[in-house]
């Protein structure tokens, strides 16, 4: 079954708004991770954050974690019609030591 | 850019013919994975290894098989393909253990069985 979900499933933005999207996920985990992929690709690692951790910053990326309520977003600021791509968290339990668990993504279009 | 390769990128082949997908690494990880993706879905781990004669299977029942004869290659192998296998195949790779592991992606197969 899916540990992670993403929301929204789809999100359409312009040029210089900011993208975010969500992630819940459902057992106690180590750390999460959020990739990209660009279509028909695989996938990129963007950052991850450890189960410790609230916020972490890369660049223009922002990620929150809570592991309170099992859920984490990540905040794409002034997107560019690059960022067009999917969004997927991932995340990495105790049980299942170096095996990453996907959501379903989020994709992201941005227009110019 | 990952130095991870998959061959091939495209593959259409009818059913009942045997098909290996090739995935290597230059980078010296120990653990590779194979996970598949639906279009619009997320991705199901089918095969890992954490090192060489290491082979499990993942949280998705698969009908491929694996094998791990050299760190650098884990070729992903069907005897019999069928419609039903018609997927995107991705390669993954890592090499640092304990609780800051990500993985480095091939560019994936896309497998279509007629």
């Known amino acids: 079954s899916q540990q992670g979900e993403e929301d929204p499933q789809a999100l359409s933005i312009q040029e210089g708004e900011n993208a975010t999207m969500n992630c819940s996920y459902k057992?106690?985990?180590?750390?999460l991770q959020w990739y990209r992929q660009n279509s028909g690709r695989g996938l990129v690692h963007l950052i991850l954050i450890r189960s410790n951790e609230r916020e972490k910053h890369s660049g223009r990326l922002r990620v929150t974690l809570d592991t309170s309520k099992k859920s984490s977003s990540l905040l794409i600021t002034a997107s560019r019609a690059a960022d067009t791509a999917s969004y997927f968290c991932?995340?990495?339990?105790?049980?299942?030591?170096?095996?990453?668990?996907f959501g379903a993504g989020t994709q992201v279009v941005v227009t110019p | 850019e990952a130095d991870i390769y998959q061959t091939p990128r495209y593959l259409v082949i009818g059913t009942g013919k045997k098909i290996t997908l090739e995935c290597s690494q230059t980078?010296?990880?120990?653990?590779m994975y194979w996970y598949q993706q639906d279009p619009g879905m997320e991705l199901h781990l089918i095969h890992y290894s954490y090192g060489v004669n290491s082979t499990e299977k993942g949280d998705l029942s698969s009908e491929s098989t694996v094998s791990r004869i050299r760190t650098e290659h884990f070729p992903l192998t069907l005897e019999s393909a069928r419609p039903s296998h018609t997927s995107q195949y991705l390669c993954a790779s890592s090499n640092r253990g304990g609780q800051g592991e990500k993985l480095f992606f091939g560019s994936g197969t896309q497998l279509s069985v007629l």
């Open positions: 057992t106690s985990i180590n750390n």
């Open positions: 980078m010296g990880h120990d653990k």
């Open positions: 991932a995340t990495s339990r105790g049980d299942s030591w170096g095996k990453l668990q």
